[in-house]
């Protein structure tokens, strides 16, 4: 009605909301100039404030973590002009995408470290080192194995392939080593020694082949860093059927001539009243009784083609099978140990018939010498030795394995292996990767620290023995009480 009163033609209708459509119009442009002044300030401040706080050398950087305020600057600062105010850096996905992944490396690697040297304030040790316990080490590990192509198929059945392909190199570990693919070198060689040592094994068993030039190099390098651990060396010969007299004659020839240093491992015989080196002999079984019977004293000695002339010791044979003790007794051996750590693979390796080896050994005065090992896992698709693989189950395959030999109260005791990748049955750190097995549950470290375990409670047991034992009655000196034996 109002409306219809003061307004009464259609003109002056539409001059009206003209005039209320403007008014509006002058509103929303004043509201909206308030709002972006206010904007700006804002942003001006907080630009203002970011400038000052990325700004090297200044803002309100606390002094207890200057290192991270600089690595956060480095990462986070953007590019400016010469007079201070920021330039927004250009977004790139793929720039942002590698400072995130930098970023997650950098952590884990840092908690790697942490979790390493967690590992290693927690890692289960022994202040003292028996030389009844031996140790395989190999030097170098033969990381890869040659495997030769199959020859491209031929277009016609006549062709004739121009080419031979090359043999490709595969990794021959079912493991991986925490400290990478290595070869010897001082900084390493000592890493090994010192976590042997920790373990309480006393001795080192190195594979001696003899003959090249940096075999005796890397040997004198072991010899002389062994006794700054507190550590002794000791060989594995190789021998088989088709071998000579002479082999035999020039591998103690060249053992000999370590036999002077302090770091070669020797025993004090009460028979012979001298202190004597202890070899051990690989497919010892195979030797031919010609070439055996140069082992024995007498009359080898009075005769110049005896082997105990060249280099006389206490000579500990490889033997597979039960009749192979009675061939090393005849062989004139001193003892014989199994070598093998694969329970049931042949009679010296198995575990219930080491009673019978050691009553064998004690009716013939010789040392039988028990090998034990946390697994075996070759890489192999088909495996050299037969169906031998064995478990770990958590250690608890090792656990039984040394329960045995320390039930059956025996002179020595060897571990296979501390760094044999090839066969898997190393006691050495592993590092979790893709494609290889690990020794989870558990820590890198963890047969190291099972290993020590089980060496305390062997020189428990044996302490033990020796002090429940009469005082009058004589100690079996095949037990190797005090660093002596028969």
């Known amino acids: 009605m109002l409306l219809k009163k003061y307004v009464k033609t259609r003109r002056k209708v539409k001059i009206l909301l003209l005039f209320a459509i403007i008014g509006l119009l002058v509103i929303t442009i004043i509201v909206l100039g308030s709002t972006g002044r206010n904007a700006a300030i804002e942003l001006l401040l907080d630009e203002r404030f970011i400038a000052r706080a990325y700004r090297p050398g200044g803002g309100d950087q606390t002094p207890e973590k200057p290192a991270v305020m600089a690595a956060a600057v480095s990462l986070l600062q953007p590019q400016r002009d010469r007079g201070g105010v920021i330039v927004p850096e250009k977004y790139d996905e793929q720039k942002i995408k590698a400072r995130i992944i930098q970023s997650k490396m950098d952590l884990m690697k840092q908690q790697q ?7 290693q304030a927690s890692r289960t040790t022994l202040d003292v080192v028996t030389t009844a316990v031996h140790i ?37 570990t079912a493991f991986y ?17 010192e976590n042997i ?12 082949t003899g003959g090249k030039a940096t ?44 036999a002077s240093l302090p770091g070669f491992y020797r025993v004090w ?45 206490f000579f500990i044979g490889h033997i597979r099978l039960k009749s192979h003790a009675d061939v090393l007794r005849r062989l004139c051996f001193d003892g014989f140990y199994s070598k093998l750590p694969s329970n049931g693979a042949v009679f010296a390796s198995t575990w219930k018939n080491w009673s ?71 006691i050495e750190e592993v590092m979790p990767r893709a494609g290889f097995l690990d ?16 060496v305390g409670n062997f020189l428990k047991t044996r302490q033990e023995a020796a002090a429940a034992a009469a005082p009058s009655s004589p100690q079996n000196c095949y037990e190797l009480l005090n660093g002596t034996i028969c």
């Open 215 to 258: 075999e005796a190099a890397l040997i004198h390098q072991i010899l002389e860093l062994a006794p700054q651990h507190n550590l002794s060396i000791t060989f594995e010969l190789s021998a088989a059927g088709n071998q000579s007299v002479e082999y035999m004659r020039q591998q103690l020839q060249e053992i000999a001539s370590y």
């Open 356 to 426: 019978y080896l050691k009553s064998f050994a004690l009716s013939y005065k010789m040392l039988f010498v028990p090998t034990v090992g946390p697994g075996f896992a070759e890489r192999n698709k088909f495996p050299r030795h037969g169906d031998i693989q064995r478990h770990r189950s958590n250690g608890r395959y090792y656990g039984v394995a040394w329960r045995t030999a320390i039930l059956n109260h025996v002179g020595f005791i060897n571990i296979a292996s501390y760094n044999n990748w090839p066969d898997g049955s190393q």
């Open 113 to 119: 470290q942490r979790d390493h040297e967690a590992e």
């Open 269 to 313: 015989s009460q028979s012979r009243g001298v202190s004597l080196p202890v070899l051990y002999v690989s497919n010892a079984y195979k030797l031919s009784d010609s070439l055996g019977r140069l082992l024995c004293r007498t009359p080898s000695l009075v005769e110049p083609d005896g082997l105990r002339r060249v280099l006389d010791a």
């Open 177 to 193: 080593p925490a400290l990478g693919l290595y070869k010897p070198s001082n900084s390493l060689l000592s890493q090994h020694f």
């Open 136 to 172: 395989f080490y190999t030097a170098p590990v033969p990381w890869y194995k040659s495997k030769k192509p199959p020859p491209p198929p031929a277009e016609h059945p006549n062709d004739v392939p121009l080419t031979t392909p090359r043999p490709v190199r595969i990794l021959n």
């Open 197 to 208: 040592r920790s373990c309480g094994v006393g001795v080192l068993i190195l594979s001696f």
């Open 439 to 454: 020794y989870n549950p558990g820590s890198r470290t963890k047969y190291l620290d099972l290993t020590a375990h089980w």
